[in-house]
């Protein structure tokens, strides 16, 4: 597996830290590893954060799109924090920050997000 | 073919398994590096690389490995040029394909974002398919070499 998963429960906001190379052959990982933490824990909200994602394409937004929509669905918001410059321009590209705030780091999202809880 | 001409050229051939998506990023990645291209040159080829092989996997073969995917690459001075393809099912409406967020495959959770960053981060982008005989994708970028930019 070139991808991996870091997971932190914070007061009802689930903190994920994706680290290597999203791709087709890692979403299938991420997305299980995910929606399992947020099917099982007391997730409301969900914190991204991609600071030491080396890589994603398309699929990787395919994969944020759709835990996107289960936390929506849920009534959570998610929101997404330090992208690389690479990353950031995808996420551009595909409209994404229409619907998900980008933070420059984890604690500025978690304090905007308790802010909103 | 498009190896007839001077330049140098590579091709390599690779069984249509998800785990080569790595793989064909960086073989392209270590092909191109003799232009000396910048980190987000070398990260818009990695990107259409993993784009198109993934094409090539999901909606060329229905994710069946035994299927190949070919890419060829050559460099004409500057600029590299890189062909795609597989021998798969293509794409019957490929005006409808390439609309950006339109996937054939919304239970795959697509993005259907794939078309459209090909054509943004490359200078010349060409599809062609024929319905149970396979599809084709075309690419040209010129590299700005890191040494242009320092002189």
């Given at each position: 597996?070139?991808?991996?998963?870091?997971?932190?429960?914070?007061?009802?906001?689930?903190?994920?830290?994706?680290?290597?190379?999203?791709?087709?052959?890692?979403?299938?990982?991420?997305r299980?590893d995910?929606?399992?933490?947020?099917?099982?824990?007391?997730?409301?909200?969900?914190?991204?954060?991609?600071?030491?994602?080396?890589?994603?394409?398309?699929?990787?937004?395919?994969?944020?799109?759709?835990?996107?929509?289960?936390i929506?669905?849920?009534?959570?918001?998610?929101?997404?924090?330090?992208?690389?410059?690479?990353?950031k321009?995808?996420?551009?590209m595909s409209?994404?920050?229409?619907?998900?705030?980008?933070?420059?780091?984890?604690?500025?999202?978690?304090?905007?997000?308790?802010?909103?809880l | 073919?498009?190896?007839?001409?001077?330049?140098?050229?590579?091709?390599?051939?690779?069984?249509?398994?998800?785990?080569?998506?790595?793989?064909?990023?960086?073989?392209?990645?270590?092909?191109?590096?003799?232009?000396?291209?910048?980190?987000?040159?070398?990260n818009?080829?990695?990107?259409?690389?993993?784009?198109?092989?993934?094409?090539?996997?999901?909606?060329?073969?229905?994710s069946?490995p035994?299927?190949?995917?070919?890419?060829?690459?050559?460099l004409?001075?500057?600029?590299?040029?890189?062909?795609?393809?597989?021998?798969?099912?293509?794409?019957?409406?490929?005006?409808?394909?390439?609309?950006p967020?339109?996937?054939?495959?919304?239970?795959?959770?697509?993005?259907?974002?794939?078309?459209?960053?090909?054509?943004?981060?490359?200078?010349?982008?060409?599809?062609?398919s024929?319905?149970?005989?396979g599809?084709?994708?075309?690419?040209?970028?010129?590299?700005?070499s890191?040494?242009?930019?320092?002189?």
């Amino acid at each position: 597996m070139n991808s991996h998963v870091e997971m932190e429960h914070h007061r009802g906001v689930l903190i994920v830290r994706l680290s290597g190379e999203l791709d087709h052959h890692a979403a299938d990982f991420v997305r299980m590893d995910l929606d399992e933490a947020i099917m099982r824990g007391q997730v409301s909200h969900l914190v991204l954060s991609l600071k030491h994602l080396q890589f994603m394409d398309s699929s990787g937004l395919g994969v944020i799109l759709g835990r996107y929509k289960l936390i929506h669905s849920k009534g959570g918001k998610m929101v997404v924090c330090d992208a690389t410059a690479p990353v950031k321009r995808l996420l551009e590209m595909s409209g994404l920050f229409k619907i998900m705030p980008l933070y420059d780091d984890e604690s500025t999202a978690l304090s905007d997000l308790e802010v909103a809880l | 073919m498009t190896n007839s001409k001077a330049g140098n050229f590579m091709n390599v051939q690779f069984a249509a398994r998800s785990e080569n998506e790595s793989f064909a990023r960086v073989v392209v990645a270590a092909f191109v590096s003799r232009l000396d291209p910048t980190m987000d040159e070398l990260n818009d080829l990695k990107t259409v690389v993993s784009e198109a092989v993934t094409n090539c996997i999901i909606h060329g073969y229905d994710s069946d490995p035994e299927g190949i995917v070919t890419i060829s690459a050559s460099l004409d001075n500057e600029t590299v040029h890189l062909t795609i393809e597989d021998q798969g099912r293509g794409i019957e409406d490929l005006e409808l394909a390439q609309q950006p967020l339109y996937t054939s495959k919304p239970e795959l959770e697509r993005s259907g974002m794939g078309f459209t960053i090909m054509e943004n981060f490359m200078d010349e982008f060409e599809v062609t398919s024929e319905p149970g005989h396979g599809t084709s994708i075309s690419m040209k970028k010129t590299i700005v070499s890191k040494k242009a930019l320092y002189n």
